[in-house]
């Protein structure tokens, strides 16, 4: 499966961006999608994931009700919704899928670039 993010941006501190991540190929295959970041001189950190065929999400308590995981079957679609963002949530987000045959998250999109300004 492949994965294309796009949404990123630069926001003020308390603003939103909306995230989304198309994925192509063999969507069938695919057991859920996830959001993870990366900020500069730090390791890369999971914010949220999505079960594919049910919709139960996950979140890291960091994002836990300010952000928000949904999917678009027939898009194919994931989205990230953020809101209230801080400047902490400064990052690199990446998009990654994980099939119905792995235990990991092995397919990853591109990045996407997320600013916060204070």
């Known amino acids: 499966v492949q994965l294309q993010a796009s949404g990123g941006g630069l926001v003020q501190a308390g603003g939103s961006l909306r995230l989304s991540c198309a994925a192509t190929?063999?969507?069938?295959?695919?057991?859920?999608l996830a959001w993870f970041r990366q900020a500069p001189g730090k390791e890369r950190e999971f914010v949220a994931a999505?079960?594919?065929?049910?919709?139960?999400?996950n979140y890291a308590d960091s994002v836990k009700d300010r952000f928000t995981i949904s999917r678009d079957d027939a898009k194919n679609t994931v989205y990230l919704r953020m809101n209230s963002l801080k400047p902490e949530d400064t990052a690199v987000y990446y998009c990654?899928?994980?099939?119905?045959?792995?235990?990991?998250?092995?397919?990853w999109g591109q990045g996407t670039q997320v600013t916060v300004s204070s």
């Open positions: 990654a899928g994980r099939m119905l045959t792995s235990s990991r998250y092995d397919a």
């Open positions: 999505i079960r594919w065929s049910v919709g139960s999400a």
């Open positions: 190929g063999r969507t069938f295959d695919i057991y859920g």
